[in-house]
């Protein structure tokens, strides 16, 4: 069974009418400006300014990107800290991520979840250390690793390590972060981040 409510008057608890109807079917409505013609928008606070769409509003997660590595694996020299080379870039808002540099500049203040995956590697059980870094306008702000060995340097030596780091990030505009990674090996010889082990580098604006 259908129900009907009929009334001519809704009140706020002050006893003040928001809306009214004349009962001929014409409505009064004393609700604020941007509430009553926000049809079709994001109203974002009484007097604030509505959008259409979450990004108009400030809050889609944006600028982002994902960076991953294509071709060859990496030649890295052992023990030196060196730039993951994320040469292929499969998402990004336009302009904030450089294939050739390999760096993110965001465009936007904000603060960032970052993450990264490197594969580093040496065979022949020959890696001690694997180890990888964000770096943020040139210096390190964070590192993550395997590191092989004990007090009595005793050595546990292994072929790589798939090693990943993530982070929260406060950048300004025309900051940049990258990526580093560093392979020691037991000999001395050369190490390598692979290209097909998952390798991402990734960051995206989030809403605080």
């Known amino acids: 069974m259908a129900s009907t409510i009929q009334v001519d008057n809704i009140k706020d608890i ?3 009418t928001i809306i009214s109807s004349n009962g001929s079917g014409t409505f009064t409505s004393n609700l604020p400006s941007n509430v009553s013609s926000a049809t079709g928008t994001l109203p974002i606070a009484n007097g604030g300014t509505g959008a259409t769409t979450l990004a108009a509003a400030g809050l889609d997660n944006t600028p982002y990107f994902i960076a991953t590595m294509s071709g060859s694996d990496q030649s890295v020299a052992d023990n030196t800290y060196a730039k993951a080379v994320f040469n292929s870039q499969t998402a990004a808002t336009s302009g ?3 294939t050739s540099t390999y760096r993110f500049t965001p465009g936007v203040a904000g ?3 970052v993450y990264a995956r490197l594969f580093t590697y040496k065979g022949g059980n020959l890696g001690r250390v694997f180890i990888i870094n964000i770096y943020k306008n040139g210096s390190s702000v964070a590192t993550r690793g395997f590191y ?3 007090d009595s340097g005793n050595i546990t030596a292994i072929d790589g390590y798939n090693t990943d780091i993530s982070m929260t990030l406060a950048l300004d505009s025309d900051d940049y972060i990258e990526c580093f990674g560093k392979v020691q090996t037991t000999n001395g010889s050369t190490g390598s981040f692979n290209t097909g082990s998952g390798a991402i580098f990734t960051a995206h604006r989030i809403i605080i």
């Open 14 to 16: 002050g006893g003040n």
């Open 148 to 150: 092989g060995g004990d």
């Open 96 to 98: 904030t991520y450089n």
């Open 111 to 113: 603060t960032y979840a």
